[in-house]
């Protein structure tokens, strides 16, 4: 009977047991429902903010096509509209890749110093529109480190954004760098900071702030657009890079963030680089050949690298590539601009079928990625068929230009050595 009554209990305790835990997994999926829900609520009026924005004002803009003043105005915000919603992607697609596992991170030679000057300078035009001061104080030597520099940015540039949109007009946004240690083994800690006097972080949103699609209020309330995944995926990457991230913040008087990140010192020493005067401009008399499908894609980088300076051929197809090449002398082109997605033979198996032709100039022509396929697998796979670059659409105009210059420059030198 005592054998019998025991077993009873045990069987009462397990299914209390298996009824709380289903319980608690029903909550949990119905608190996981709820906040996609709210993301994909959020997520769509936030895109469709900037969409109306850029519909509204080219429809503006082709109104007024005689009135300068007005037409760079309405120009203007749909630019600026234009990349709110490019910011909105990249965020969707980089956690997409954290939440897969599919973040590979890179190890080259990179100059922090450069890298962190030229992602404060992305922000210098919206702080001037806001009226903000940028201050910059930068401590740090002359060298290099062994990082993956995009990724870098991309933290760095997540501070900024939130910095810059976070700050009310008038106010001041300061970016600090400096090097505190350096290991016997090579490696050297190194501290970033950004701080503003804007809005500030309250107590109860600080807690969850690095949690995704978290936001302290909505785009409704705040009138900022974002998805709440900047301190989300700038808290995963520095993880992943073995750093950490702190803040001080008070409601109303502003916020200061600060990065730690150790870094491995690169034994190379810096190279003077070559100053371009204009990066708006081709750097001499140079003959591309464009690789793309869609004619209004082909359309726009022709007259983008014509205005530049450049001769521009362009073509639909990879074959129609290779028989471009094959067809025309030895360094009739100097570089090749290639899309990936085509109908008939793709920009991997063209780059692959140029390199193979054998000739001095198809193992020697840069050969660069311009494709809106911009996964960290899709750079990879670029640079595996064969290519020197890839560049991601949309592309910024002044950073193409450079692009280009930098590798035909490159090859110049090359073929001089």
């Given at each position: 009977m005592d054998n019998t009554t025991g077993?009873?209990?045990?069987?009462?305790?397990?299914?209390?047991?298996?009824?709380?835990?289903?319980?608690?997994?029903?909550?949990?999926?119905?608190?996981?429902?709820?906040?996609?829900?709210?993301?994909?609520?959020?997520?769509?009026?936030?895109?469709?903010?900037?969409m109306?924005?850029?519909?509204?004002?080219?429809?503006?803009?082709?109104?007024?096509?005689?009135e300068p003043e007005r037409l760079r105005e309405y120009l203007e915000l749909v630019d600026e509209s234009s990349r709110h919603l490019l910011s909105l992607i990249d965020d969707l697609l980089e956690m997409s890749r954290i939440d897969y596992g599919r973040v590979e991170l890179r190890s080259e030679p990179c100059d922090l110093r450069a890298e962190l000057e030229k992602t404060v300078d992305m922000f210098r035009d919206q702080a001037e529109t806001k009226r903000l001061t940028l201050k910059e104080q930068i401590d740090l030597p002359e060298g290099r480190v062994l990082t993956d520099a995009h990724r870098f940015c991309r933290i760095l540039g997540n501070l900024l954004s939130n910095a810059v949109k976070f700050t009310p007009e008038g106010g001041t946004v300061t970016v600090t760098?400096?090097?505190?240690?350096?290991?016997?083994?090579?490696?050297a800690r190194?501290?970033?900071?950004?701080?503003?006097?804007?809005?500030?972080?309250s107590e109860q949103f600080m807690a969850r702030m690095y949690a995704?699609?978290?936001?302290?209020?909505?785009?409704?309330?705040?009138?900022?657009?974002?998805?709440?995944?900047?301190?989300?995926?700038?808290?995963?990457?520095?993880?992943?890079?073995g750093?950490?991230?702190?803040?001080?913040?008070?409601?109303?008087?502003?916020?200061?963030?600060?990065?730690?990140?150790?870094?491995?010192?690169?034994?190379?020493t810096p190279q003077p680089r070559e100053v371009q005067e204009n990066p708006h401009r081709a750097a001499g008399e140079h003959r591309i050949l464009l690789v793309e499908d869609i004619e209004i894609n082909r359309m726009l980088a022709e007259t983008i690298l014509e205005e530049a300076g450049f001769l521009v051929e362009s073509v639909p197809d990879g074959c129609d590539a290779v028989e471009a090449i094959t067809s025309h002398p030895v360094w009739y082109f100097d570089l090749i601009l290639m899309d990936i997605?085509?109908?008939?033979?793709?920009?991997?198996?063209?780059?692959?079928?140029?390199?193979?032709?054998?000739?001095?100039?198809?193992?020697?022509?840069?050969?660069?990625?311009?494709?809106?396929?911009?996964?960290?697998?899709?750079?990879?796979m670029s640079m595996e068929s064969g290519m020197n670059h890839h560049v991601a659409k949309p592309f910024d105009v002044a950073q193409l230009i450079a692009t280009v210059n930098e590798h035909i420059l490159a090859r110049d030198q090359a073929l001089q050595s």
């Open positions: 077993e009873q209990e045990r069987r009462v305790q397990r299914e209390m047991a298996e009824k709380l835990r289903m319980e608690l997994e029903l909550e949990r999926e119905k608190s996981a429902n709820e906040i996609k829900s709210a993301f994909l609520f959020n997520i769509s009026h936030d895109i469709r903010t900037p109306n924005a850029i519909i509204g004002f080219t429809d503006l803009a082709k109104r007024h096509l005689h760098a400096r090097r505190k240690q350096v290991s016997d083994s090579g490696y190194f501290a970033f900071s950004v701080s503003d006097n804007g809005i500030g972080i995704a699609f978290e936001r302290e209020e909505s785009s409704t309330k705040s009138g900022t657009i974002g998805t709440g995944l900047g301190l989300s995926i700038t808290k995963h990457l520095l993880d992943m890079m750093g950490s991230i702190s803040v001080k913040s008070k409601k109303g008087e502003g916020s200061t963030f600060t990065v730690d990140l150790p870094l491995k010192l690169a034994d190379h997605q085509m109908p008939v033979m793709n920009g991997y198996e063209a780059t692959r079928a140029i390199r193979a032709i054998g000739r001095e100039d198809t193992k020697q022509i840069p050969i660069i990625a311009l494709s809106a396929n911009a996964r960290e697998e899709d750079r990879r």
